[in-house]
Nanobody, 125 residues
């Protein structure tokens, strides 16, 4: 089992920045990839970014160049630095862990085994 706890959400103005964190505990050595997803009201959960155990990253095109995912393996924590935020970035952000070794990190929510409780990010216009 893996427990994931997100933090760092909040209210920010358009163009501002936030840094989310996802702290993992439990069987973290089995984590192949950790990803961030987000879900806005009335919308499907969507992929944002992912990082594999060996540091490979992957981003959705909507956040490419604005968001940066990183990991501090000594702290079992993954971060999502979000810059140049837009109102359309408003959502609940979830981190998720995948224990299956794949060629690349998956962008499909169904492939992730473990999820955090989510943290709200609101970007005002």
């Amino acid at each position: 089992q893996v427990q994931l706890v997100e933090a760092g959400g909040g209210l920010v103005q358009t163009g501002g920045s936030l840094r989310l964190s996802c702290a993992a505990s439990g069987r973290t050595f089995d984590n192949y990839a950790t990803a961030w997803f987000r879900q806005a009201p009335g919308k499907e959960r969507e992929f944002v970014a992912a990082i594999t155990w060996d540091g490979k990253t992957r981003y959705d095109t909507s956040v490419q160049g604005r968001f940066i995912i990183s990991a501090d393996n000594s702290k079992n924590t993954v971060y999502l630095q979000m810059n140049s935020l837009k109102p359309e970035d408003t959502a609940v952000y979830y981190c998720a862990a995948d224990h299956v070794r794949r060629l690349v990190a998956s962008i499909t929510p169904q492939t992730y085994n473990y999820w955090g409780q989510g943290t709200q990010v609101t970007v005002s216009s």
